[in-house]
C-alpha cells in the first residue's frame, strides 16, 4: 500500500475555519485528519502541499518514520502552521492504519481509557434554545 495523494478541505465549522486532510492509498483506503489550527486554513493547507511532496509513494503505515521525517526535515523550528500541518497528516495515517487493521484508532494509542467522554459545544445559537 503506497500513499497516493494528500488533499486538504478547509471548512467553515460555526464561527471558524478548520482545514480537514484527506490522505489517500493506491488500494482505495483513504484517512482524515484536522489541523486543529482554525483561522490559518490556508497556511497549513500550504505545508501540507509541501509535505505531499514527498510523502505520495509512501508507505502510509510508517507512521512514526513519516513523522520523523516531516518534522526534522526542515532546519528551523516549525512553528504552529507546521506542526499543524504534520498533526494533520498523522492523524489520518492512524486511521488507514486503523482500518487496514480493522481496529479503532485507540487500539494503536495502548487501548481504551474510559467509556464516557465529556464533550461541550460551541455554538452561536440564542441562549435558552434546545
Known sequence: MKISA??????RVGIRNQLLVKV??????????ESGLSGRELA???AVE???GFLVGRD????????QEMYRSQYFEGGRVLTAAISAIDIALHDIKGKAL???VYELLGGKNR?????????SAPPGRK
Not at 6 to 11: L, Y
Not at 60 to 67: N, R, V
Not at 115 to 123: K, L, S, Y
Open 24 to 33: 489517500e492509498t493506491d488500494t482505495g483506503l483513504y484517512g482524515w485528519g
Open 60 to 67: 502510509p503505515m510508517a507512521i512514526s518514520a513519516l513523522w
Open 50 to 52: 509541501h509535505f505531499a
Open 115 to 123: 467509556d464516557v467522554i465529556p464533550t461541550f459545544a460551541t455554538t
Open 44 to 46: 497549513v493547507a500550504g
Open 6 to 11: 494528500i488533499r486538504s478541505h478547509a471548512a
Open 102 to 104: 480493522g481496529v479503532p
